[in-house]
């Protein structure tokens, strides 16, 4: 039985953070793939993707190009719609009979489970496997014992870097270079992409 960490996200774009958090989780749990798992439309942020779903797939794969135990799905972005994870898991579990999911997820996405949606039902299908996220203090003890019990945290090195803060800096021509790979830096400067 293979373990599979899900990496969901906007990915707008993918950064170092998101690169290291499914590392920290793929060694940490011992998982033997991470599956970065672009939304189409994410369920609980107000704003639609700043890029099209084609571009943010594209820069994942340029981010993980050379890792053969990362993989990019488009299950979400062929799917189209609302981005609702238990539809996710429960594609992924037919698809693939064999394998075990858990949810990779940081802090600020942990204190949100209760609002997910049919979070009770997904909570039964997979395990969460928890980064605590630079700036957002993680509140387990303020969830219901249903998803606590199912959150294994896992240690990461803190790290400051969001996609909103990447998207701000490149509209004020300020520098992202270290913050994503160079090869995503190199593509969002040949697109022109988040440019003012
Ligand atoms: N720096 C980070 N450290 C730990 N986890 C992170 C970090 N950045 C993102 N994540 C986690 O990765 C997942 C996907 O995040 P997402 O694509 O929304 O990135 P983001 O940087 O939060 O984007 P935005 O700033 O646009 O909201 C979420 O579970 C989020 O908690
Ligand atoms: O299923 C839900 O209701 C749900 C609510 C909020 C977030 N998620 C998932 O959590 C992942 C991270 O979300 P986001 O908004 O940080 O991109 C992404 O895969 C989303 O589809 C899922």
């Known amino acids: ?34 599956w970065f798992i ?6 609980l942020k ?44 429960l594609e992924l579990r037919s698809r693939y009979p064999g394998a075990e999911f858990s949810y990779i997820i940081g802090s600020d996405r ?11 039902e997904l909570a039964e299908l997979v395990t969460f496997i928890g980064l605590e996220r630079e700036g957002t203090p993680l509140r387990l003890e303020q969830l219901p ?11 990461m090195p803190p790290i400051g870097i969001s996609s909103t803060d990447i998207r701000s800096r490149v509209e004020a021509d300020r520098s992202i270079a ?3 790979p160079d090869t995503v830096h190199q593509f969002i400067k040949r697109r022109g992409l988040y440019e003012s």
């Open 1 to 34: 039985m293979s373990r599979i960490g899900i990496m969901g996200g906007t990915f707008d774009p993918i950064h170092t953070g998101h690169l290291i958090a499914a590392e920290a989780a793929r060694d940490g749990c011992g998982l033997d793939e991470v």
């Open 46 to 89: 107000d704003n639609e993707p700043g890029v099209s779903s084609e571009l943010r797939l594209q820069m994942i794969q340029e981010a993980i190009g050379g890792q053969s135990a990362f993989k990019a799905l488009d299950i979400e972005l062929k799917r189209g719609g609302m981005s609702y994870s238990i539809d996710t898991v």
């Open 38 to 43: 672009p939304t189409y439309h994410p369920p």
């Open 178 to 180: 270290y913050l994503v």
């Open 110 to 120: 942990i204190n949100d489970l209760p609002r997910w949606h049919r979070i009770e």
């Open 145 to 155: 014992a249903y998803i606590r019990e199912r959150v294994m945290m896992t240690a």
